[in-house]
């Protein structure tokens, strides 16, 4: 009888095991020769198309699925079919970096678009920099990814030469809530909480700085394990500091409840946070979201005049869910390497250069363009010269834009 | 203000949660040996059932009247689900190394996750769950949210139940006679198998109602809420002596209060600032389950976990 079940377990494991080989295999069918005349370049995006996070990392999937569309469509640049390779990173380092591997091995890719969170970025840039292969993230940022942890003394040294971002940096986003936090809301007195992955504790860093610059006083402070959805005993600590306003480094989905248990405690003090919070899918968790506050980079694309092509187009595509945060970012990020790859074409005779990711890594220094979110164009260490940002309000359960300027950095 | 009256009903609330779900881990082990990491799991499909039973009752049934079938849906597919993990993944394991069935309780527990996370519509982020309108309650100087009333009166209830059930049944008799030694009940004539799946049944079914309790307080569900909740869980039975019931719920409670009281005061003691924040709540949590272990093996109120472990 045990053996019997023993050997049953084994059978399925096997075939178990042979479904996921199968599965692992299919990529060296595709590469054949379908497209007739045409070179066809890939764009890989890497984003968390599941869990917590994959709300924005669907958008980021559709709005770098416009952009090769809308590249092919007009045939943006002549001889060459864009393809999109999308992996899902489900937000976790590790995954991140194996997709890294992926987009190396496949020779056809010559940029990749992505990831959503900085501590993803830290685990690809390594190896997709020893590659050679163009990085352009529309969500990270995370100061450190392109000016080094010297960023904090004015030291910054640019880490990776492949590494680009559309999205700025913590450094501008915790130096403009916190001007507009102490300026325009005249909140004098912050609790500072941070979920301790690369990206809150950044955030949460810049904001202490900028802020305790300002003359505004940081009451306490705490951090918080993601994981968690219970943060009561946080909450209770907070009622005796008399903070006029929570300011949580971190993402959403601990974000909701944290701002919900907050004013269930008695304390109706506004929980203010970064682009990480600034998702549709915060007011949905959080039923007392009212008042709560959050900065984004850029300006919200539906106050673009630049964006209306953008916004029309993504409607039109159908695609199932949003473009949320980070559409119109990505978009442009997509864009500039398909900017790059034109540039490295044009360069050649109108043809992919053999090297091509040499070539298009060349072309990104140079790439200009008036994109989605605004004029794009790189500086010495990657960043977005764009350092356009805007404060929002849950006003009815949905973010309503407040304030944007681009701000002074302390 | 003092701050102790809310966190100590912090960690209560908190801690009665644990343990309705460590007596799920603690009958489980006290009667067949296993540590069934797939609880966890359990506990979060329970939590998606009483979602479903929200979701399919019409508008404006009010969530008062729908919390004993969002109770009952809960416990209907936790249960389901426990019962047919019993019979296909661990009956036929039964005799195997003890080795074979935890690691089988494992890649369930990945299984359930994922199933849920694949079929169940929008589970692919947290979905939200509903909670009662209205202001929190001021007991003893402390803010009490209307939905923790629900597992304040859920857990002390269930455990007088769950006492009653096991002393004074025939078939909570044959549970302990079954726990003492399986063999020589099953000579005396107790249906050892229908034990066991008793076990993992009213397991299930606390699972359920702490999902329940997990939903009202922090409004929502999510296809991994059970990873952390069942470690903790798991940790509260090992703290109040695995195998014994009421020692899961005063594990549940101590575990609870003590992260609790972590969060709130540690960072007080001067010098200890840099560790009192709610991210190392967690370490003196297991610190203080190392420390229990070290001075008392057995646990807070276990007897015989060294003859049989």
């Known amino acids: 009888m045990r053996q019997r079940s023993l050997i049953a377990i084994t059978a399925a494991l096997a075939a178990g095991s042979l479904t996921l080989t199968a599965c692992g295999s299919r990529d060296d069918s595709s590469n054949g020769s379908g497209g007739g005349d045409k070179t066809t370049v890939v764009i890989g995006v890497d984003a968390p198309l599941t869990g917590d996070l994959s709300a924005l990392g669907l958008g980021i999937q559709n709005s770098a699925d416009l952009a090769v569309k809308t590249a092919n469509k007009d045939e943006f640049v002549k001889g060459v079919e864009f393809k999109l390779e999308p992996l899902d990173d489900q937000a976790q380092p590790s995954v991140g970096q194996q997709n890294a591997q992926k987009f190396i091995s496949d020779k056809d890719v010559l940029g990749v678009v992505g990831p959503l969170n900085s501590s993803v970025s830290q685990q690809m840039q390594k190896p997709l920099n020893d590659a050679g292969l163009v990085q352009v993230s529309p969500a990270n940022t995370g100061t450190e990814l392109t000016q080094g942890d010297g960023w904090k003394t004015g030291n910054s040294v640019r880490q990776f030469k492949t590494f680009f971002r559309t999205a700025t940096t913590d450094e501008v986003q915790g130096a403009f809530a916190a001007e507009y936090l102490y300026s325009k809301a005249g909140i004098k007195k912050v609790y500072l909480i941070d979920d301790q992955k690369t990206y809150g504790a950044g955030l949460a860093a810049s904001f202490k700085t900028n802020y305790t610059k300002l003359g505004g006083k940081i009451v306490g402070s705490d951090h918080i394990n993601p994981d968690d959805r219970d943060f009561n005993a946080v909450v209770a600590k907070i009622k005796k500091t008399g903070a006029e306003a929570l300011y949580y480094g971190g993402e959403y989905p601990a974000a909701g409840p944290l701002s919900q248990q907050l004013k269930d405690s008695g304390q109706n003090i506004p929980l203010m946070g970064g682009d990480g919070i600034y998702s549709a899918e915060f007011p949905k968790l959080n039923k007392k979201a009212e008042g709560d506050l959050a900065t984004s980079v850029g300006k919200p694309v539906e106050q673009l005049p630049s964006a209306k092509e953008f916004i029309a187009n993504y409607k039109a595509a159908g695609y199932k869910d949003a473009y949320e945060a980070y559409g119109g970012l990505t978009y442009d990020a997509t864009w500039s390497i398909i900017e790059a790859v034109k540039l490295a074409v044009e360069g050649n005779d109108g043809k992919v250069p053999a090297d091509g990711r040499k070539a298009v890594l060349d072309a990104m220094s140079k790439v200009k363009f008036d994109g989605v979110t605004g004029p794009i164009s790189f500086d010495e260490f990657g960043d977005t010269t764009n350092t356009l940002m805007t404060a929002y309000k849950i006003k009815k359960n949905a973010w309503v834009p407040e304030y944007s300027a681009s701000p002074k950095l302390g | ?309």
């Open chain 2, 1 to 309: 203000m003092n701050e102790l009256p809310q966190q100590l009903a912090n960690g209560l609330i908190l801690g009665a949660m644990y343990g309705l779900i460590a007596i799920g881990y603690t009958m489980v082990y006290g009667i067949v040996q296993l540590i069934n990491f797939a609880h966890g799991e359990i506990f979060m499909v329970g939590g998606f059932g009483a979602l479903t039973v929200w979701l399919v009752l019409p508008d404006g049934f009010g969530l008062a009247a729908a919390v004993p079938l969002m109770i009952l849906g809960g416990i209907i597919v936790s249960v389901a689900v426990a019962t047919a993990a019993e019979r296909f993944a661990y009956r036929p394991l039964r005799t195997a190394p003890r080795l074979a069935p935890l690691i089988t309780a494992i890649g369930l527990s990945i299984v359930l996750q994922q199933v849920v996370w694949m079929w169940y519509p929008d589970a692919k982020k947290d979905r939200s769950f509903p909670q009662f309108d209205g202001g929190p309650l001021d007991i003893f100087g402390a803010n009490i949210q209307r939905g923790d009333l629900f597992v304040l009166i859920a857990a002390p209830l269930c455990m007088v139940a769950l006492g009653l059930f096991v002393t004074k049944t025939r078939s909570g008799r044959g549970m302990q006679a079954t726990a003492q030694d399986p063999d020589t009940a099953k000579l005396m004539g107790v249906n050892t198998d229908r034990i066991i799946v008793m076990a993992f049944a009213i397991g299930a079914a606390f699972a359920a109602i702490a999902a329940v309790a997990y939903g009202l307080k922090n409004g929502q569900v999510g296809f991994r809420m059970g990873f952390l909740m069942g470690l903790k869980a798991f940790t509260a039975a090992v703290l109040g002596g695995i195998g014994n019931i009421y020692g899961a719920m005063l594990g549940g409670i101590v575990l609870g209060v003590a992260e609790a009281l972590a969060t709130g005061y540690i960072g007080n003691i001067p010098g200890m600032e840099l560790f009192g924040g709610g991210a190392w709540k967690d370490v003196w949590a297991f610190s203080l389950l190392i420390l229990v272990l070290l001075l008392r093996p057995q646990g807070l109120l276990g007897e015989r976990v060294a003859d049989r472990a």
